[in-house]
């Protein structure tokens, strides 16, 4: 089995927790920082549903004032900046280098598809270590539409040259894998911890605990190339 993948990137490919230390010494508690990360999903959804559109960018500082607000806070413009640049210097998850290696010995072309722009995906990825692994990096703005809306994966089938049905949609989140469903993608879910996958969402193809899981799955020894 081979062809091509498609990644989501923030949690699915590179850890936010590497954020934690900046919203512990800004709100004094890191786990701020999930409940930060929701609110922009949310405000990013409701882009998404009313057919309005913000970047990912502007959604990531809105979602940052709503959280300040509700906790009774104004953090300083240098704070605020220090927590959305971090955002460009996220690690990987240390499955991922390892996982990529064996599914491009394999004979899978891999690729990215993330809400965050194209200049910060490529920043995010490059600082990663992961940009050579890829052979496209994908950015919803670049239609206008954010996941889990379906022309950000038919924008991807699209540009190469191939089906929705033959893409397979790589995500740590249910309601990525229900957008990609939607679209008519092949899916395959990783469970990292605290992700789970809702009873409501089509059941993906494939269920990894990470990217290496999946290569395991995807990916028989004899098939990969020394």
């Given at each position: 089995?081979?062809g091509?993948?498609a990644?989501d990137?923030?949690?699915t ?9 900046q919203f512990?010494?800004s709100?004094g ?5 999930k409940e ?5 999903l ?8 009313t057919g309005t559109y913000?970047?990912?960018g502007?959604?990531?500082?809105s979602?940052l004032l ?7 806070m104004c953090l300083s413009?240098?704070q605020?900046?220090r927590?959305l640049?971090?955002?460009?210097k996220?690690?990987?998850?240390p499955d991922?280098?390892e996982?990529f290696?064996?599914?491009?010995n394999?004979g899978w072309?891999?690729v990215?598809l993330t809400n965050?722009?194209l200049e910060?995906?490529?920043?995010q ?9 890829l052979d ?7 239609v ?5 809306a379906?022309?950000?994966?038919e924008m991807?089938a699209?540009?190469l040259?191939m ?12 309601w990525?894998?229900a957008?990609?469903a939607k679209a008519?993608?092949?899916t395959?879910f990783?469970?990292?911890p ?6 409501l969402?089509p ?19 004899e098939h990969?190339v020394?």
């Amino acid at each position: 089995m081979s062809g091509i993948i498609a990644f989501d990137v923030n949690e699915t490919l590179l850890d936010l927790s590497a954020l934690d230390l900046q919203f512990q010494s800004s709100f004094g508690n890191a786990s701020v920082r999930k409940e930060w990360f929701g609110e922009a999903l949310k405000q990013a959804f409701v882009t998404t549903i009313t057919g309005t559109y913000f970047d990912f960018g502007a959604i990531a500082t809105s979602a940052l004032l709503v959280v300040e607000e509700r906790h009774e806070m104004c953090l300083s413009e240098q704070q605020r900046s220090r927590i959305l640049q971090t955002m460009r210097k996220l690690p990987p998850h240390p499955d991922v280098k390892e996982g990529f290696k064996r599914l491009r010995n394999g004979g899978w072309r891999l690729v990215a598809l993330t809400n965050s722009t194209l200049e910060v995906a490529e920043l995010q990825l490059e600082n990663a270590g992961l940009r050579d692994f890829l052979d496209h990096v994908f950015s919803a703005d670049s239609v206008h539409r954010l996941k889990p809306a379906s022309e950000p994966y038919e924008m991807v089938a699209r540009e190469l040259g191939m089906g929705t049905a033959s893409l397979l949609f790589v995500a740590a989140h249910s309601w990525d894998i229900a957008g990609a469903a939607k679209a008519g993608c092949t899916t395959a879910f990783l469970a990292r911890p605290g992700q789970v996958l809702d009873v409501l969402t089509p059941r993906p193809k494939f269920i990894a605990s990470d990217v290496t899981d999946l290569a395991n799955q995807l990916v028989r020894p004899e098939h990969e190339v020394a």
